[in-house]
C-alpha cells in the first residue's frame, strides 16, 4: 500500500503584471503530477532546475496549497486539512531541506535546533533531553557537538543536525529536497549511506528530490522523471537506467559525466539542434514537443498521458 499518494496535482503561480495591463495571468508550475511512495521505500524524483520538484516537496508537507488536485498520507486525504487537523500527522511527515545553513536557526545550539519539534509536540523535558542525544549519535555527531551554533559546523555536520531535526518526531515519511548538493562528493557519500541506513533501522519512506542522477540512482527504489511540471517517465531504478524510453530521460542520462569515453553518448541524438519552436503554445500539448526529434502534429495540440508500457514502467508518450 502506498504511504503517500498524489493525484493529479496543479500548482499555479499568479503572474505579476503592470499597472495598466487587464485580467489575471498565471504560471504553471506543476502541472497534473501523480505519484506515489510505498512503505518502507525510496522513490526519487529527477529533474533540472525549475522544473516544479520543489514546489511539489513543499505542497506534500502543506508549506504550499495545490490549485487542485490531492495528496493522500496513510490513506487519508490531507489536501484540504486546517493546520489543526493537520497538526497530529505533522510529526509523520518531515522534511530535510537543499541548504542546511539558511533551514538552521544561526541563534540556537545543536540541542535546541533538535529539540525544538519535540517542544512543539509536548514532549517532556527529560524524554526529549534523552531523545536529542540519541539522536545526535545516530546521524554520526557526538554530545560535543550539542553546545555548538552552526556556523561552528561543517557543511556535512549541519545537514546531519537537519536530518536529526527531522527524525526527532519518529516520522514515517521523509521529504529529501536536493539533501546532499550542497556537500562535496565525499560528504555526500557519507550522508546518503547514512540516510540508507536510518531507512533500514527505522524502516522510513523517503521522497528523494534531486537533479544529480548517480546519486538518485544510488539511493532510489524507483525512479520519477520531471520536465516543466509534467512526469515524462517512471519506472524501478535499475529499469529506467537501462532501458530508458522517453526522449527526455534518454537525452538526461546521455549527459550523465563519465571518465569512460565508452560511455559518452551523442546528446544530439536526442533533440533539435534549432531554437525552440515559437509559433507553438506548449501549454497544450507536450512539454518536450519544441525539443524532440520525434515529434508530430498530436504533440503540440494534447497531452500525453503517463501510461503503462511495461509492468511498472510508465511514459508519458503518444508513440512509445
Known amino acids: 500500500m502506498a504511504l503517500l499518494k498524489v493525484d493529479n496535482i496543479v500548482k499555479d503561480y499568479q503572474m505579476q503584471q503592470g499597472v495598466f495591463s487587464s485580467g489575471r495571468k498565471y504560471i504553471r508550475a506543476v502541472d497534473g503530477v501523480s505519484l506515489s511512495v510505498e512503505a518502507g521505500k525510496t522513490l526519487g ?5 525549475g522544473c516544479g520538484k520543489s514546489t511539489m516537496a513543499k505542497m506534500i508537507i502543506k508549506l504550499l496549497d495545490p490549485s487542485s488536485g490531492d495528496v493522500f498520507f496513510a490513506g487519508n486525504n490531507i489536501t484540504n486539512l486546517a493546520e489543526k ?9 518531515q522534511i530535510v531541506f537543499q541548504d542546511p545553513y539558511s533551514s538552521l536557526s544561526p541563534r540556537l545550539t545543536v540541542q535546541n535546533i533538535i529539540a525544538e519539534p519535540l517542544q512543539v509536540f509536548k514532549t517532556g523535558k527529560k524524554e526529549a533531553e534523552e531523545r536529542v542525544r540519541d539522536l545526535v549519535v545516530q546521524v554520526g555527531l557526538n554530545e560535543r557537538h550539542l553546545e555548538r551554533l552552526p556556523h561552528q559546523l561543517s557543511g556535512g555536520e549541519r545537514q546531519r543536525v537537519g536530518i536529526a531535526r527531522a527524525l526527532a518526531t519518529s516520522p514515517e515519511l521523509l521529504v529529501l529536497d536536493e539533501p546532499v ?23 522510513l519512506s523517503y521522497l528523494f528530490i534531486a537533479h544529480n542522477l548517480n546519486v538518485v540512482r544510488y539511493i532510489s527504489d524507483r525512479v520519477a522523471v520531471m520536465y516543466r511540471g509534467r512526469i515524462m517517465e517512471q519506472a524501478e531504478s535499475e529499469e529506467l537506467y537501462k532501458n530508458p524510453r522517453h526522449p527526455y530521460t534518454k537525452l538526461l542520462l546521455a549527459s550523465m559525466p563519465s571518465l569512460d569515453r565508452s560511455l559518452r553518448q551523442d546528446k544530439n541524438k536526442y533533440i533539435k539542434k534549432d531554437k525552440e519552436d515559437t509559433g507553438h503554445d506548449l501549454s497544450l500539448g ?8 520525434q515529434v ?6 494534447s497531452k500525453p498521458e ?8 510508465r511514459v508519458s508518450c503518444f508513440y512509445l
Open 306 to 313: 503517463l501510461r503503462e508500457i511495461a509492468p511498472g514502467h
Open 286 to 293: 507536450c512539454p518536450f514537443a519544441n525539443k524532440c526529434l
Open 45 to 49: 524524483l529527477v529533474g533540472e532546475s
Open 296 to 301: 508530430q502534429p498530436q504533440c503540440w495540440n
Open 181 to 203: 548538493s550542497s556537500l562535496d562528493l565525499s560528504t555526500q557519500a557519507q550522508v546518503l549511506n547514512l540516510l540508507t541506513s536510518l531507512q533500514d533501522k527505522y524502516k
Open 85 to 93: 487537523e493537520f497538526r497530529p500527522l505533522r510529526q509523520k511527515i
